[in-house]
């Protein structure tokens, strides 16, 4: 069983967050909860300088021209589940993919997709993240994979989980903190709910972690995968880490939103992801 039965929406897998918490470091000094020491990874060294902001802003102005301000369905989920399904399962893969599972997630669960607007569904009217672990129980991990998802990719290629056990590993931490819907992600609990999730193998990045704020509501937050550090390198001619670029997108979306109701971080994130997804070349 994938038991999630240690109490109400426990289960086995916290036990191995339990271990990790009890050692007191830092998350990124701890032994992982799943096993071995955890390595210290050396940073690349990348100019702090942002005097270059204005050549970033010039693209990224030359890019909105007749662009619609609009984000992508993904952005109006119905229920919480569906932004850490998606945020799990969208991480170095063709996102064509991602929309099929949540499709099967959708049908197999019986619920709806999309909120037909910007607001929230009140709490009563959307699945909760305990409710979705306690469709899980019967399952294992590889059961998940096959019968729900219909996928088995794994968070990592080197001591990777499935797909399907990181999704339930990321439901417990937000159970656990008591996040349950889409009106439940914002304040000072979300610090302790990060370093949970950063603690899944494959997730220690935190890609997947800003994604699941944006999809959740987070207009300020930039999700910096490598479609968002391919569009800033190139737009600067250097080299930018996930930091930098999270600094650098929120520093041009503020400039750019002057005359610009609506744009924010969140939404100029989405219209260069789809130029890079679609495009070879910055925007003339």
Same mark, same amino acid.
């Given at each position: 069983?994938?038991?999630?039965?240690?109490?109400?929406?426990?289960?086995?897998?916290?036990?191995?967050?339990?271990?990790?918490?009890?050692?007191?470091?830092?998350?990124?000094?701890?032994?992982?909860?799943?096993?071995?020491?955890?390595?210290?990874? /050396?940073?690349?060294?990348?100019?702090?300088?942002?005097?270059?902001?204005?050549?970033?802003?010039?693209?990224?102005?030359?890019?909105?021209?007749?662009?619609?301000?609009?984000?992508?369905?993904?952005?109006?989920?119905?229920?919480?589940?569906?932004?850490?399904?998606?945020?799990?399962?969208?991480?170095?893969?063709?996102?064509?993919?991602?929309?099929?599972?949540?499709?099967?997630?959708?049908?197999?669960?019986?619920?709806?997709?999309?909120?037909?607007?910007?607001?929230?569904?009140?709490?009563?009217?959307?699945?909760?993240?305990?409710?979705?672990?306690?469709?899980?129980?019967?399952?294992?991990?590889?059961?998940?994979?096959?019968?729900?998802?219909?996928?088995?990719? /794994?968070?990592?290629?080197?001591?990777?989980?499935?797909?399907?056990?990181?999704?339930?590993?990321?439901?417990?931490?937000?159970?656990?903190?008591?996040?349950?819907?889409?009106?439940?992600?914002?304040?000072?609990?979300?610090?302790?709910?990060?370093?949970?999730?950063?603690?899944?193998?494959?997730?220690?990045?935190?890609?997947?972690?800003?994604?699941?704020?944006?999809?959740?509501?987070?207009?300020?937050?930039?999700?910096?995968?490598?479609?968002?550090?391919?569009?800033?390198?190139?737009?600067?001619?250097?080299?930018?880490?996930?930091?930098?670029?999270?600094?650098?997108? /929120?520093?041009?979306?503020?400039?750019?939103?002057?005359?610009?109701?609506?744009?924010?971080?969140?939404?100029?994130?989405?219209?260069?992801?789809?130029?890079?997804?679609?495009?070879?070349?910055?925007?003339?």
């Amino acid at each position: 069983m994938l038991c999630i039965g240690r109490g109400e929406a426990g289960g086995l897998f916290d036990a191995r967050l339990d271990k990790a918490n009890a050692a007191g470091a830092p998350w990124s000094t701890q032994r992982r909860a799943y096993g071995g020491p955890a390595k210290v990874r /050396r940073r690349a060294r990348y100019p702090r300088t942002v005097d270059d902001l204005p050549n970033l802003i010039e693209t990224c102005r030359r890019l909105l021209v007749g662009q619609k301000l609009a984000l992508d369905d993904e952005y109006h989920y119905a229920h919480l589940p569906l932004c850490v399904i998606d945020s799990v399962f969208s991480i170095g893969v063709r996102y064509g993919g991602v929309k099929n599972v949540i499709h099967r997630y959708c049908s197999w669960a019986g619920i709806e997709k999309l909120r037909p607007s910007d607001v929230f569904p009140p709490r009563h009217q959307q699945q909760s993240v305990r409710r979705m672990l306690e469709l899980y129980r019967p399952y294992k991990a590889e059961e998940l994979a096959q019968k729900v998802f219909e996928n088995r990719q /794994r968070t990592s290629t080197r001591n990777g989980i499935l797909k399907a056990e990181a999704v339930v590993l990321f439901g417990q931490a937000l159970d656990r903190h008591g996040i349950q819907a889409l009106q439940d992600v914002q304040g000072s609990t979300l610090r302790a709910v990060e370093q949970d999730v950063r603690r899944i193998p494959g997730q220690s990045s935190g890609t997947s972690w800003r994604y699941f704020l944006m999809l959740s509501g987070d207009e300020t937050m930039v999700k910096p995968d490598r479609m968002i550090l391919r569009f800033i390198s190139r737009s600067l001619g250097r080299q930018v880490n996930e930091s930098q670029a999270v600094e650098l997108l /929120r520093a041009a979306a503020a400039a750019l939103a002057v005359g610009r109701p609506g744009l924010n971080a969140r939404l100029l994130d989405n219209i260069i992801w789809k130029h890079e997804r679609t495009h070879g070349d910055l925007p003339t």
